[in-house]
T-cell receptor, first 110, second 113 residues
Framework: DAKTTQPPSMDCAEGRAANLPCNHSTISGNEYVYWYRQIHSQGPQYIIHGLKNNETNEMASLIITEDRKSSTLILPHATLRDTAVYYCIVRSNAGNMLTFGGGTRLMVKP | SQTIHQWPATLVQPVGSPLSLECTVEGTSNPNLYWYRQAAGRGLQLLFYSVGIGQISSEVPQNLSASRPQDRQFILSSKKLLLSDSGFYLC????????????FGPGTRLTVL
């Protein structure tokens, strides 16, 4: 599986945009980038995924660099409820499994 | 709509006791099913996955086992729990295509004393 690298923690002020980076320099051409988040003591929640084009949904935007070696998840207006661990994952092309790394612990502060 | 259930929500068991955690999915047919474990302060580790009834693949050798007796039922078991089995256990499902997202249940927090 391609591995991902994320900063272990980040802070963001409430109402501001949260930009969470992820490096995946060994990603293969047919592998997607997925983002999940996990609020304390709950199961992970799917946020967004993409291949090479930028994607946007009601939760977030995903910006993938042209060389696909890194991406950024953007929460446009962070709220206190966005405090969670955010996982950047590259989907294994050997099956349906997701490989979770350590993630980024985002703390949204008032 | 699809829903995924796990029970119990929390469990405290002594070392050496057996374990049975159950996961059921509603609203879909022939899902792929997964068991993950999350140790305190760490990321998720895939334990088992299943693409159909009676089909189990193990990702990590350990004293746990999984079974899928019905299409939408996935069970995680152990004959004798170890202290290191403590953690947060999550069941997930996905459709059969390779790039579909996985949907997670609420989890079971297991403490082995």
């Amino acid at each position: 599986d391609a591995k991902t690298t994320q900063p272990p923690s980040m802070d963001c002020a409430e109402g501001r945009a949260a930009n969470l980076p992820c490096n995946h320099s060994t990603i293969s051409g047919n592998e997607y980038v997925y983002w999940y988040r996990q609020i304390h003591s709950q199961g992970p929640q799917y946020i967004i995924h993409g291949l090479k084009n930028n994607e946007t949904n009601e939760m977030a935007s995903l910006i993938i660099t042209e060389d696909r070696k890194s991406s950024t998840l953007i929460l446009p207006h962070a709220t206190l409820r966005d405090t969670a661990v955010y996982y950047c994952i590259v989907r294994s092309n050997a099956g349906n499994m997701l490989t979770f790394g350590g993630g980024t612990r985002l703390m949204v502060k008032p | 709509s699809q829903t995924i259930h796990q029970w119990p929500a929390t469990l405290v068991q002594p070392v050496g006791s057996p374990l049975s955690l159950e996961c059921t999915v509603e609203g879909t047919s022939n899902p792929n099913l997964y068991w993950y474990r999350q140790a305190a302060g760490r990321g998720l580790q895939l334990l088992f996955y299943s693409v159909g009834i009676g089909q189990i693949s193990s990702e990590v050798p350990q004293n746990l086992s999984a079974s899928r007796p019905q299409d939408r039922q996935f069970i995680l078991s152990s004959k004798k729990l170890l202290l290191s089995d403590s953690g947060f256990y999550l069941c997930a499902w996905s459709l059969g295509l390779s790039y579909n997202e996985q949907f997670f249940g609420p989890g079971t927090r297991l403490t082995v004393l």
